[in-house]
């Protein structure tokens, strides 16, 4: 994988200015309390909600989440993964970002072989997981139909990002897939000159901090083979090369 300079300007002047006095835990939970309760977002309210109330037949013992998934991970994390939005009976089940569907059983094994995650697997918010330097946000925080959030939907969630990153300032962004990576694009400038997502592509933000990109671990690209273990192990261990370039 090589590296190359993205031209962007920072449009958000706050966005590394948080007062060194912010703890990131607390600031982290204050952040959460609030997405769960988030109801921006009218076509997303009612579709989590239905999905929770309808419930797939292997989940029918199951009580859902049905709200928006908060972040989860590290406070202290120097890695931030940007995913695109709740699996329906995942984490819309679950309530903790990918976590109970194949997107997760994907994902983890990969964090823990890089000593990201002090476990594989992940399965509810009460198996013990626990992250290491890492922080997994997303683009929206509530299931959208079809896996399709609209343009005002991202838009309406994009605060809870941003403030994610003021609290976390992290050294190196994992976008997984292309909404999560123009999403972080759109809130580091207007006027983006030579970002262009690909597998493996490495940008540094004029931020002096690092943007990675990776497929989607979903199915659709873990079953066809677009994404390989092997092409997302590569993908962690370049986050952690990119932490030693601080
Ligand atoms: S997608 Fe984001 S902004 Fe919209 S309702 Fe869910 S949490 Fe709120």
Same mark, same amino acid.
């Given at each position: 994988m090589s590296s190359s300079k993205c031209?962007?300007?920072?449009?958000?002047?706050?966005?590394?200015?948080? #007062?060194?006095?912010?703890?990131p835990h607390k600031s982290l939970n204050q952040l959460n309390s609030e997405i769960i309760v988030c109801r921006k977002c009218p076509r997303l309210v009612v579709w989590r909600e239905e999905v929770a109330r309808v419930k797939r037949r292997a989940y029918k013992d199951q009580e859902y989440w049905g709200k928006p998934v908060p972040g989860f991970g +590290?406070?202290? =994390?120097r890695v931030l993964v940007v995913g695109l939005a709740p699996g329906a009976h995942g984490s819309n089940r &679950?309530?903790?970002?990918? &976590?109970?569907d194949a997107s997760g059983e994907f994902l983890y094994p990969a964090l823990y072989r890089a000593g990201f =995650? +002090?476990? #594989? &697997? =992940?399965?509810?918010?009460? +198996?013990?997981l626990t992250l290491k330097d890492l922080y997994i946000a997303a683009a929206a925080r509530c299931v959208p139909p079809d896996n399709k959030p609209t343009p005002e939907e991202l838009n309406n969630c994009q605060p809870y990002l941003q403030r994610e990153m003021e609290i976390l300032k992290p050294k190196v962004i994992v976008c997984l897939g292309r909404i999560a990576f123009d999403r972080i694009v759109k809130m580091y400038s207007a006027k983006n000159r030579g970002c262009k997502f690909a597998h493996g592509a490495v940008y540094e933000l004029m931020t002096g901090h690092w943007l990675l990109c990776s497929y989607h671990p979903s199915q659709q690209n873990t079953l066809t083979g677009k994404l390989t273990v092997q092409m997302f192990d590569d993908i962690w261990v370049k986050a952690k090369e990119l932490l030693l370039n601080e």
């Open positions: 031209q962007v300007q920072l449009l958000l002047k706050t966005l590394y200015l948080t #007062p060194k006095y912010m703890i +590290d406070a202290s =994390a &679950t309530g903790r970002a990918f &976590t109970g =995650a +002090d476990q #594989p &697997t =992940a399965v509810s918010r009460g +198996d013990g």
